[in-house]
């Protein structure tokens, strides 16, 4: 997966097809770097890229649905708990 931000660009992997947290990530100055690495070192071209949608603000940009840690938008982060947004309601799924 790849996220561009104000900062960079991250490539994010994965060692599981189902949504999730990424295993590790790599930074980028710029997009192109990003897709070249992803291209050179783990086969992936640009015709097996898929768009996935922005994220509401505050949430992990890793996931494809919208998942957060509770607080972190208040600066009072919950580390250890995660909140999945389904049908429009927040649920708790870790924690």
């Known amino acids: 997966m790849v996220h561009e931000c104000d900062d960079g660009v991250y490539l994010f992997l994965f060692e599981m ?17 990003a897709l070249e690495a992803a291209q050179d070192s783990y086969c992936v071209d640009g015709n097996q890229w898929n768009e996935i949608p922005e994220s509401p603000e505050h949430c992990q940009q890793d996931w494809i649905a919208p998942a957060k840690i509770p607080g972190r938008e208040s600066g009072n982060s919950e580390w250890g708990k995660l909140d999945l947004l389904r049908d429009g309601r927040w649920i708790r799924i870790m924690g």
């Open 17 to 33: 097809e189902e949504d999730g947290a990424c295993s590790s990530d790599l930074w980028f100055e710029c997009l192109e770097d």
